[in-house]
């Protein structure tokens, strides 16, 4: 609707540009007003193009004249045929995975529980963002802190209601399970606060006409509820895969990528090959990759979203 | 009739005490955090929620323990990486500002061949996995001198700040109505004077509550100090790892540094509810 509007005012502009013979200035002026963004581009985009290039050497801060070694894609074949290939592939999506399926789902959840009017619900949502803000290397701190064996909380916890103590981080079978728990923690505020935005935006007459009409609420719910907020969903998963996909912060804060390799997903693998072990041209590999996986997956997930909000405003006209 | 009364207060009950026991889950750990920092090192051990607060953890991170063993990392530093902290955050907004503020203006107000291409480009940033131009930069900044400097994390930290101002400030002028620039336009004015004295203080409220988000992710990060910088920029989320890399007994500080060191994010949180779900989503969900 707004996008709409501005082009449509756009275009006056362009007329009334047109008119005057388009003078160079007038021509230029949103590129003029861009100048300064477009030099943070260049100056954000030039560090890409050498990151690209490195990863077609064999460039190593060790190894002096490594640059100049251009090898085409044989990192890439490389690192494709490493040992930890699978394992960081595997890891990465399952993460991604299930962080996003999690958050969407409980955020859901938790969005329609907030979505009644009480006083109780009105009082919790102005803290619902508060696991957000904190720095998520400083959350998972705290959750390492709760962790932990000696000081921790959990572990007591989990005694009291006759469960037994769990090694959490520290071994390879719950690892996983507590940096997507740290991440479910910390996010699904996040998924929770725009679908609640999403449900509070509908329209009252469908809802009341199915309720007049005896509809059940599964009914309500999937032939209403869902439609009407699946460009809120997409949204979610857009920002939420995109994240958990490149998440470095939590893993490393908690094991940095720990035990063994059991963390070790594509953004940590490249952090320990290229800045800690030096090797930079057989780090990018896996930075570039995540980086064309997430580039085409998010333009599909926006194209897609433009399409559901048109479907969707069909719903509540 | 009575039953479905009967059943329509348990499923209160019922939806109430879910939602509780999920703002329990996400609420504790902060409290937590909160009861840590105030337990002194003998407690540590051996209390779990029953014990004496003290305010020394507090006083040691801010003015240096007077107890401390030799080799205790990160302590009377915690002042200066807190003011690292504020400078390359509020840097980074400010730089986005000036840069973005404008940039939003165009990418609302004007058509040309490149708009949607640019301003895809500009939200790609905010997608892009960081290490792809961190790892190149880590050599660049150590050629050009920019390494571990204020310039080089603030320039970098764009990354995170100008997507964020750019696209939520873009949905903020789109909202305002085309035919209040018509007017100012058919009386004479010229488009800066538009742009200066009726659209910015119309979007005033976003662009405040945009930028404060935006300070708070740059607050955040972790990744672009811990790689491009050392001691001389050091922020509060890298020595935040220092307290747990040390002995065990610095958990009760390292909760205190972590109190101080949320303590703006959360002010900042309270201050723009209203503004958060658009700065949130980039502009994508209007709340």
Known sequence: MTGNLASVHASTLQKQEVRARLP?????????ILLPALLILVGILIPFGMGVYYSLTTYALNRPGSLDNFVGLRNYDRMIHSSGFINSTTITLKYALLATIVELLLGLGIAMLLNRDTLLAKIL??????????????????????MQPSVGILNPMLNAVGLPSLQWASVPETALFSVVLVDVWMFTPF??????????????????AARVDGASLWFTFRNLTLPMLT????IVVLFRFMDSLKQFDIIFAMTEGGPGNTLMTYQLTAYRTSIQYLRLAQGLPYAVTLFFVIYITSQYLVKFWGKAQRRAAGYSS | METQVINKRMGRIIADGLMVAYFLFALFPIFWMVLMSLKSTDELFTTQFVFKPT????????????????????????????????????GSVLVSLLVGVPAAYALARYNFKAKENLAFTFLSFRFAPELVVIIPLSVIYRKLGLYDTYYGTIWVLQLITLPLLIWVLRSYFEDISPDIEQAAMVDGYPWWRIFWRILLPLVRPGLAAASLLAFVFAWNTFMFPLILGASQVQTVTVS???????????????????????FPQMIVALSIQRYLIRGLSFGAVKG
């Open chain 1, 24 to 32: 160079f200035l007038v021509r230029a002026r949103p590129y003029l």
């Open chain 1, 125 to 146: 949502q102005t803290t619902l963002i508060f696991p957000m803000m904190v720095a998520p290397v400083i959350g998972t701190l705290i959750w390492k802190l709760m």
């Open chain 1, 191 to 208: 998924a929770a606060l725009i679908l609640l935005a999403g449900l509070r935006s509908f329209p009252r007459e469908p809802f009341e």
């Open chain 1, 231 to 234: 460009p809120y969903i997409i």
């Open chain 2, 55 to 90: 305010t020394e953890n507090y006083h040691a991170i801010l003015f240096g323990d007077p107890r401390a063993a030799a080799g205790v990392v990160a302590k009377q530093e915690f002042p200066r990486n807190f003011m690292n902290s504020v400078i390359i955050s509020s």
């Open chain 2, 240 to 262: 935040a790892l220092g307290y747990v890399s040390s002995a065990q007994a610095f958990f009760n500080r390292m909760a205190a540094a972590s109190v101080i060191a949320s």
